[in-house]
């Protein structure tokens, strides 16, 4: 079993800079492939980027160039770096963990953090 905890969210004006971490346990984040995925009210859930146990790297163009996954190892920690954050980028914002390479879809996702808050003021 599989762990996510989510962390880093709150309040930015629009062009600032968040760090979302994913702390996981129950197994290390280098047997995984990690995503980050969001979603908005009233909106389905959105991927936003993936970096499959593999190393291959897929990222929404919506967030390409201002976004980034990263990976700790040693801290068993998954990072998504938000740069010129934009007020559409405003959503709950999950980390996800799946036992085997996979792409873009949340359905391939076998586990799930709580999520973390994003809003971003204009």
């Known amino acids: 079993q599989v762990q996510l905890v989510e962390s880093g969210g709150g309040l930015v004006q629009a062009g600032g800079s968040l760090r979302l971490s994913c702390a996981a346990s129950?197994?290390?984040?280098?047997?995984?492939?990690m995503g980050w995925f969001r979603q908005a009210p009233g909106k389905e859930r959105e991927f936003v980027v993936t970096?499959?146990?593999?190393?291959?790297?897929s990222i929404a163009d919506s967030v390409k160039d201002r976004f980034t996954i990263s990976r700790d190892n040693a801290k068993n920690t998954v990072y998504l770096q938000m740069n010129n954050l934009k007020p559409e980028d405003t959503a709950a914002y999950y980390c996800?963990?799946?036992?085997?390479?996979?792409?873009?879809?949340?359905?391939?996702?076998?586990?799930w953090g709580q999520g973390t808050q994003v809003t971003v003021s204009s």
């Open positions: 996800a963990a799946a036992l085997r390479n996979v792409g873009s879809s949340p359905y391939d996702y076998e586990y």
């Open positions: 129950g197994r290390t984040v280098s047997s995984l492939s």
């Open positions: 970096n499959s146990r593999s190393g291959y790297t």
